[in-house]
């Protein structure tokens, strides 16, 4: 079974940052794959956050980032990053990866999870103090 692997979640207080990573399994190609992160707030349903494509410079926020996520990839560690600046409470949620051959990052990409063919099993941020 191909999964994707999601780390760095955990226990931060509000103003940290964090970096989360998702290590995609080699039979997964970044220069072939977009690539998604998404999240999942308590009692909320999967909302799409950012995806970057193939190409480096086709990336695609669906948060109000305001600055304060990046997402970028290391394509010689087939892992995809997403950096959160100045968190705060609402940023509280459990946050997967995805991996698409058919669908291109952009806004349709991060509208409906359902058709995306990898996910990982998330990883868990939780800001308080």
């Known amino acids: 079974q191909v999964q994707l692997v999601e780390s760095g979640g955990g226990l931060v207080q509000p103003g940290d940052s964090v970096t989360l990573s998702c290590v995609v399994p080699e039979i997964i190609s970044l220069n072939r794959y977009a690539i998604g992160w998404w999240r999942k707030a308590p009692g909320k349903e999967r909302k799409g956050v950012s995806c970057i494509g193939p190409s480096e410079t086709n990336r695609y926020y669906g948060d109000p980032a305001m600055g304060r996520f990046t997402i970028f990839r290391d394509n010689a560690k087939n892992t995809v990053y997403r950096q959160m600046k100045n968190l705060n409470p609402e940023d509280t949620a459990t946050y997967y990866c995805?991996?698409?051959?058919?669908?291109?990052?952009?806004?349709?990409?991060?509208?409906?999870?359902?058709?995306?063919?990898?996910w990982g099993k998330g990883t868990l941020v939780t800001v308080s103090s």
């Open positions: 995805s991996a698409d051959l058919a669908h291109p990052c952009g806004g349709y990409y991060l509208d409906d999870p359902s058709p995306l063919d990898y």
